[in-house]
T-cell receptor, first 112, second 117 residues
Framework: QKEVEQNSGPLSVPEGAIASLNCTYS??????FFWYRQYSGKSPELIMF????GDKEDGRFTAQLNKASQYVSLLIRDSQPSDSATYLC????????????FGQGTTLQVKP | DAGVIQSPRHEVTEMGQEVTLRCKPI?????LFWYRQTMMRGLELLIY????????DSGMPEDRFSAKMPNASFSTLKIQPSEPRDSAVYFC???????????????FGAGSRLTVL
């Protein structure tokens, strides 16, 4: 079992729709969870992070964390063509280091 | 701040040659990470430094790979000898650590695209 798993996609949604991206992790003691966006040929950039169970909203983005189910998701409301990218889930495990493990990423395509 | 600075941006070399990738982290960030990204394997952590000390190098593929951080503002990743399977994009990232909000948030450099022929 991979430490952080994501569906590679592509996930295709029409412009204006809600895109839902999912991630599961294996280390039950994981503490911090991050979503990064990576455009083709570019480096990953942080969208948001979440530490506590529940929802965290930032503009059109909402991160949802369920530690009991070892599941974290990212919702993108009112999807735009500019949101088309690969979305990487990253998890900081239970160790005291700052080590971040990334999932393979989900490719999102927003069609005009 | 100029962000995390990596060089070179592109490197094409022949099998057997030595490759050195360089990274300057963001000033004040005390953690530095080297990642490798390929289509097949995604983003893999190679090595992680905290306060210039290597903490976890379990991701370094083999002895051909080595990394150093002689001071807080500079790190190198060296591959000697290089092989075609080392072709990838190598990212350096830095982060602050601690308990404050935003700790452990990585900022990535632009990456070094390595092609070994």
């Amino acid at each position: 079992q991979k430490e952080v798993e994501q569906n590679s996609g592509p996930l295709s949604v029409p412009e204006g729709a809600i895109a839902s991206l999912n991630c599961t992790y294996s280390d039950r003691g994981s503490q911090s969870f991050f979503w990064y966006r990576q455009y083709s040929g570019k480096s990953p950039e942080l969208i948001m992070f979440i530490y506590s169970n529940g929802d965290k909203e930032d503009g059109r983005f909402t991160a949802q964390l369920n530690k009991a189910s070892q599941y974290v998701s990212l919702l993108i409301r009112d999807s735009q063509p500019s949101d088309s990218a690969t979305y990487l889930c990253a998890v900081k495990g239970s160790s005291n280091t700052g080590k971040l493990i990334f999932g393979q990423g989900t490719t999102l395509q927003v069609k005009p | 701040d100029a962000g995390v600075i990596q060089s070179p941006r592109h490197e094409v070399t022949e099998m057997g040659q030595e490759v050195t990738l360089r990274c300057k982290p963001i000033s004040g960030h005390n953690s530095l990470f080297w990642y490798r990204q390929t289509m097949m394997r995604g983003l893999e952590l190679l090595i992680y430094f905290n306060n210039n000390v290597p903490i976890d190098d379990s991701g370094m593929p083999e002895d051909r790979f080595s990394a150093k951080m002689p001071n807080a503002s500079f790190s190198t990743l060296k591959i000697q000898p290089s092989e075609p399977r080392d072709s990838a994009v190598y990212f350096c990232a830095s982060s602050p650590t601690g308990t404050a909000s935003g700790a452990n948030v990585l900022t990535f450099g632009a990456g070094s695209r390595l092609t070994v022929l």
